[in-house]
């Protein structure tokens, strides 16, 4: 099964596994992955179902952040953890205006609250 099937994403993977709050059987997978073309930061899920051994459904695939704006660089790197209190996805990544010193540039982090199955 495939995560995204958009050409030219997947780029520096960041995947992390956290355990349903509300659900002792499942287990919620993340995935942080940049996509080349769209110069875009993508975050998808799933959840694992531990009872009946495999995925519940197909992955969602959600835009994090993208070269816009003030924001004309997305590093292709990123690094997905779950917030341990409340499962929520948390995403560190570096975002900056590539015509300013190196100095200026920033680390992101986001917690993403988007539809979580």
Known sequence: MD??????????????????????????????????DQRRLYYAYNAYDKFNDRLESGWVTQTIDKQTGNVSFLDYRSSLTFNLKTGTPVIAYNSFDKDVPDARRRLLCTAFMGEQA
């Not at 992390?16 to 993340?30: C, E, Q, S």
Request: hydrophobic share 40%; glycine share 8%; proline share 6%.
């Open 3 to 36: 995560v995204d099937d958009r050409m030219n994403v997947g780029v520096n993977p960041s995947i992390a596994a956290f355990p349903d709050l509300n659900n002792k059987d499942r287990i919620m997978i993340g995935i942080s992955y940049h996509g080349l």
